[in-house]
């Protein structure tokens, strides 16, 4: 476990956690936040990421830029667009903010410039998570369905 206790400023903190020691498991993380009772008494967290180390060499930023799902927000039918994307099989997941599961499905033999929709137009609008992976790469993209 991570703890950060105390008054560490009024400036932003980076933190970094290793977990590489639950690697094929899963877990959960928790953040708990216990302030006073006095306004400046406050605290805020924001920018997390979970991300995966690989050796594969792949320019992960260069990836993330050509896949795109819009509109966003949208009304539950999402294009996705792969633009100079070569990669075999994309698992594309969809998650509700508890992590939990509600959609999955896998397209292969994808090609520069592959357009396919994610359908969800029957969720109830709220915040979704997209989880694109394949066997080099995983990305978490936030969407909205209105």
């Not at 216990?34 to 605290?43: F, H, K, L, V």
């Not at 690989?54 to 993330?64: C, D, Q």
């Not at 039918?77 to 508890?98: A, G, Y």
Request: hydrophobic fraction near 35%; include cysteine; charge should be neutral.
């Amino acid at each position: 476990m991570n703890y950060l206790s105390g008054n560490t400023g009024n400036q932003w903190n980076q933190k970094t956690v290793d977990l590489t020691a639950y690697i094929g498991q899963i877990i959960n993380i928790r953040f708990r936040g216990i302030t006073g009772s006095y306004y400046r008494s406050d605290m805020a967290l924001d920018d997390i990421n979970i991300k995966e180390k690989t050796g594969t060499g792949i320019n992960e930023g260069s990836l993330i830029s050509n896949i795109l799902i819009y509109p966003n927000p949208g009304d539950g039918k999402f294009n996705l667009s792969f633009n100079d994307v070569k990669q075999d099989h994309w698992d594309i997941t969809v998650c509700d903010p508890q992590g939990r599961m509600l959609y999955n499905k896998i397209i292969s033999d994808i090609t520069s410039g592959y357009q396919t929709v994610l359908d969800i137009s029957g969720f109830v609008p709220g915040i979704y998570f997209v989880i694109l992976k394949n066997e080099n790469f995983t990305h978490t993209r936030r969407i909205i369905i209105q």
